[in-house]
């Protein structure tokens, strides 16, 4: 786990560093650390307390140093913080308060260097809750829902539709791209098992077996193992474990109590 934070203790937000050290950066913030490990982004769980405009905040680990950058103004908000993967950029989904606050219309991308946001408009008609994230060649993307069958779709920065994948299944979460970016998983189509697939051409590599569905699928561990969370045979716990693409599981990584919820980022430690 990488950062975190809690229902309790006035909701602080913690952070990982290099040294393995969680630290306190924020209260009421979801924070989210890049994939250097140096920059944590830091999303207002409570929105518009001293402005019009959302705004997200960027510490960095190893100073303290800190900005803010704003993206939306009311009614609009934005939500799902993701990095791109040279840690260069952030996207954050977003919808419109006023309305379905499930439905997002949009996406923010946030540059680190220049300190500006992008605002996309986009229109779709399917399932409103699937988050946009970035492709590992830094493109983005995001799941959706036709009413019938899932996939995904690859966006342009004019918020238009370049391709899409409408035989994968719908995908789960933010991290479901594998750390070489050459596979992707999905929850596969029809089922609930998990699908592994090609991440250039679309073909399918592996079906791995999933048990039950109130398990939930993380991300990944590696380039041949899955990340998922399931119920623990505890009452009132999930158990975190890595599964193999026979959903055998490889390691058990953390026993999470369901009584404190908290918003929790899983991620490799970065090396220094």
């Known amino acids: 786990m990488m950062a975190y934070m809690g229902s309790t203790d006035?909701?602080?937000?913690?952070?990982?560093?290099?040294?393995?050290?969680?630290?306190?950066?924020?209260?009421?913030?979801q924070p989210v650390i890049s994939?250097?490990?140096?920059?944590?982004?830091?999303?207002?769980?409570?929105?518009?307390?001293?402005?019009?405009?959302?705004?997200?905040?960027?510490?960095?680990?190893?100073t303290g140093g800190s900005f803010v950058v704003s993206t939306v103004k009311r009614p609009l908000q934005h939500?799902?913080?993701?990095?791109?993967?040279?840690?260069?950029?952030l996207l954050l989904s977003v919808h419109d308060s006023s309305k379905d606050p499930r439905r997002l219309v949009g996406f923010v991308v946030v540059?680190?260097?220049?300190?500006?946001?992008?605002?996309?408009?986009?229109?779709?008609?399917?399932?409103?809750?699937?988050?946009?994230?970035?492709?590992?060649d830094g493109s983005i993307v995001r799941g959706y829902w036709d009413g019938k069958r899932g996939g995904i779709e690859y966006?342009?920065?004019?918020?238009?539709?370049?391709?899409t994948w409408h035989w994968v299944g719908l995908p789960r979460g933010t991290q479901?791209?594998?750390?070489?970016?050459k596979r992707l998983a999905t929850i596969c189509p029809g089922d609930k098992d998990y699908c592994v697939w090609d991440a250039r051409t679309g073909a399918r590599l592996a079906t791995v077996p999933f048990g039950t569905a109130e398990?939930?699928?993380?991300g990944w561990f590696n380039e041949k193992h899955l990340l998922v969370q399931d119920p623990g045979k505890k009452k009132d716990t999930e158990v975190v474990q890595v599964i193999d693409f026979f959903g055998k599981t490889a390691r058990v990584l953390a026993d999470v109590s369901?009584?404190?919820?908290?918003?929790?980022?899983?991620?490799?430690?970065?090396r220094s």
């Open 79 to 89: 939500m799902n913080p993701v990095w791109s993967r040279d840690g260069g950029r």
């Open 176 to 181: 479901w791209f594998s750390p070489s970016g």
């Open 35 to 62: 994939p250097g490990g140096d920059w944590v982004a830091l999303n207002p769980m409570l929105k518009f307390q001293t402005s019009e405009l959302d705004q997200i905040k960027f510490t960095r680990m190893s």
């Open 215 to 218: 398990g939930s699928f993380i």
């Open 111 to 136: 540059d680190l260097a220049t300190r500006k946001a992008v605002h996309v408009e986009t229109e779709y008609l399917d399932n409103p809750s699937l988050a946009y994230i970035f492709a590992p």
């Open 10 to 29: 006035k909701y602080t937000s913690y952070a990982r560093d290099r040294n393995g050290t969680f630290k306190a950066v924020g209260t009421g913030e």
């Open 155 to 163: 966006y342009d920065m004019s918020g238009e539709v370049t391709k």
């Open 258 to 270: 369901t009584k404190k919820p908290a918003l929790l980022q899983y991620a490799p430690v970065p």
